[in-house]
């Protein structure tokens, strides 16, 4: 049974190797690499959990320096789905707490021979020097408030295969919310662009960082205006914190001119679809009524879609046929 | 009788309006001819042919970090540093450990000073006990024992009570006062420029306001209390263009610096989360160094610094936001100006020499960075064709932290002479 879904990925694959060996921005990937990873992990989203050998022998290591579940437990399962084998370091009994410094924590890990490093951390461009740092492939699962490149790309996978369409081209997608502070929409803001979508943000003017149109988008204050004639809306999380520290008055009078609710829902396309990262801070971001259940969500797919880019990235960058090998020395 | 000859180099002395071909004689410390031909004979003859000949530079803002943090830099690296570079005075800033906020610590690094023997080092004391923005320091017990300027430099006196009160305090005893700009509600925690480049890395950006705002209220109480003030490392457009303001409403007692990395350099430095490029200020966007340079163009500009900020290995292979701030530059100074203003035809030569002379010497009141006759013999060789790529490793300075490592520059320090004393020859520190 594995063999045969093996056999289907490999065939999917047909030999095709990515053009990079760390994944910590989407400003690394071409058109050409983006068509690999989603062909890919089209596959793998068929698979489902079937346990496959396609990585086995390699370890991969999570290196998780900010707490987080959803990424974590994604990232550990696509690997143990692929036969690879796993371990999760970071947290509060990490070396980092005892002082020392990430570049030597991550170059400990290498000399494991992991063939993947996972990191999350709370500033951002940990993942991109640790890529300088060390042999095993290094992927981002976010840092600070740069980037989240696997979520920018099981996004715009979700968005592809819900319109079934290859590029986005005609399509407007408007992000809502705290854009300053999201590393999610650091990536999602350029594989979009990428795909030539027209993107709008909406947001108080405190949550936009600086000269922010220069990704190529336009900027809105009034939800409403910014939702006619959406695709897709895509809703990030509001932290708490942001009313205490003067971006907002309150979450109450920002649920109340920015959050999504199904009246609002309604101005944009009828068949538009509604998106969210995850946590979901119910009748914040989002009305409580649209969060999972409603036809019109797309929040649970895009968990699905997360598990499959995860798996595409493991095995396109630790299995290679193309025989090239990051270039790299340690000193 | 100890004599030295300088012999058919390019002399540029920009405070006599000098700029020949010709010789420079020194006799027992002090300059004795400048011109066309000497035809003394000297103890030691200098072919300075091809060669550029300038008073020693003089830099205004150097961290040495001695007393306290030796593991970055000492008095003795850092004097080493500077001769490579041509510069044969530094105005030493006062955030050592302990703070340089008492007499025992300006004592202390004259007497370190005097005893490396190198180059001239001019202390400072803070403007406040320990920095901290709330006491003033006792200033007049700083100077007598040899302070030229207080600054609370590395954080700015954010009170401006306090600030209005240390200028009347300060003019009360002729004291200078050289001001660190910056407004800390509004950099918040901010690690480089804000703007594009922050906006792509996702970094939380040090807005320009942070700087323009401080500046101005350091022009409306400098201009309240007639103090003298000197505004350190100018790195905005706000700021070049408040203090072009008020330099044309007839302020007398203002000057300005600008540090070379801030007109030399884009923020676009940071891409790739390049900690060396980690500043403070920070490098500034296009708009801003495009203004740093009109402003160097028109005259705004007193002087050229390094803010030399030497910081061990450990503290720059951190995260971009927790990395230190600053770079060596002493090394680099001149070839950094001669580069990037007088090849790209900003700014002539002796300009450039004359914001690196005698213009901050005046700012500290003292008689170098000239040539005149009778003048201490401070004086400078240099290779002006020579191009070079900056590499750290070579440096004398302690710390290998360096903005411009790998960056090629033309122009290097061959000899140096500090006080009549020949202390660098051919590259080689005697």
Known sequence: ?331 | MHSILIKNGRIIDPKNNVDTIGDVFIEDGKIVYVGVSCADTADIEIDATGKLVTPGLIDLQVHLREPGREDRETIETGSRAALKGGVTSVVAMPNTTPVADNQSVIEFVLKRAREVDLINIFPTGTITKGQDGTMLSEMKELKNSGAVAVTDDGSDVQNPQILRRAMEYAKTHDILIMSHCETTELTDGGVMHEGWVSTQLGLSGTPAISEDYAVEKNIMLAKLTGARLHLLHNSTKGAVEAIARAKKNGATNITAEVSVQHFALLDEECLGYNTQAKMYPPLRSKEHVDAIIEAIKSGTIDALTTDHAPHIEPDKLKPFEDAAMGSVGLETSFAVMNTYLVKQKHITLSEGIALMTHKPAEIIRSDRGTLSVGATADVSIFDTTKEWIVDPKAFESKSKNCVFAGKTLKGKATDVIVGGVIKMKEGTII
């Not at chain 1, 290094?138 to 590029?167: R, S, V, Y």
């Not at chain 1, 999602?188 to 936009?208: E, G, I, N, Q, S």
């Not at chain 1, 499959?308 to 046929?321: D, H, N, Q």
């Not at chain 1, 090998?325 to 000193?331: N, Y």
Request: charged share 25%; aromatic share 6%.
């Open chain 1, 1 to 331: 049974m594995s063999e045969t879904i093996e056999q289907t990925l490999r065939d999917i694959r047909q030999k095709r190797d990515v053009s990079f060996f760390d994944l910590y921005s989407i400003d690394q990937l071409s058109l050409n690499d983006l068509e690999i990873i989603f062909d890919v992990a089209r596959g793998f989203r068929e698979a489902k959990t079937a346990k496959l050998t396609l990585c086995k022998g390699n370890t991969q290591v999570n290196c998780f320096f900010e707490p987080s579940t959803r990424t974590q437990a994604s990232f550990d399962l696509s690997a143990k789905h692929l036969g690879m084998d796993t371990t999760n370091v970071g947290g509060s009994a990490s070396s980092a707490k005892k002082g020392e410094s990430y570049i030597d924590t991550v170059e400990t890990l290498d000399a494991y021979n992991a063939r993947t490093i996972v990191i999350r951390s709370s500033e951002a461009g940990v993942a991109e020097m640790a890529s300088r740092c060390v042999q095993a492939s290094i992927l981002n699962a976010g840092d600070g408030w740069h980037e989240h490149p696997t979520q920018g790309l099981l996004d715009a996978l979700t968005i592809l295969d819900h319109f079934n369409i290859k590029t986005l081209e005609g399509k407007i997608i408007l992000i809502v919310g705290d854009i300053l502070h999201s590393r999610v929409f650091g990536s999602l803001v350029r594989v979009l662009r990428k795909l030539h979508a027209d993107v709008r943000v909406a947001a108080p003017l405190t949550f936009l960082p600086a000269e922010v149109e220069r990704f190529g988008i336009t900027t809105h204050t009034n939800i409403e205006e910014a939702l006619v004639g959406a695709d897709v809306v895509y809703a990030l999380r509001v932290q708490e914190e942001r009313g205490a520290t003067g971006y907002i008055p309150t979450i109450r009078e920002y649920s109340k001119t920015f959050g999504i609710s199904e009246r609002r829902l309604n101005l944009a396309k009828p068949e538009a679809i509604l998106m969210h990262p995850g946590p979901v801070i119910r009748d914040i971001d989002v009305h409580s009524a649209l969060v999972s259940r409603h036809p019109q969500s797309r929040i649970l797919q895009q968990v699905e879609n997360g598990m499959a880019i995860r798996k595409a990235l493991l095995w396109l960058l630790s299995e290679r046929y193309d025989g090239k090998r990051k270039e790299f020395k340690r000193m």
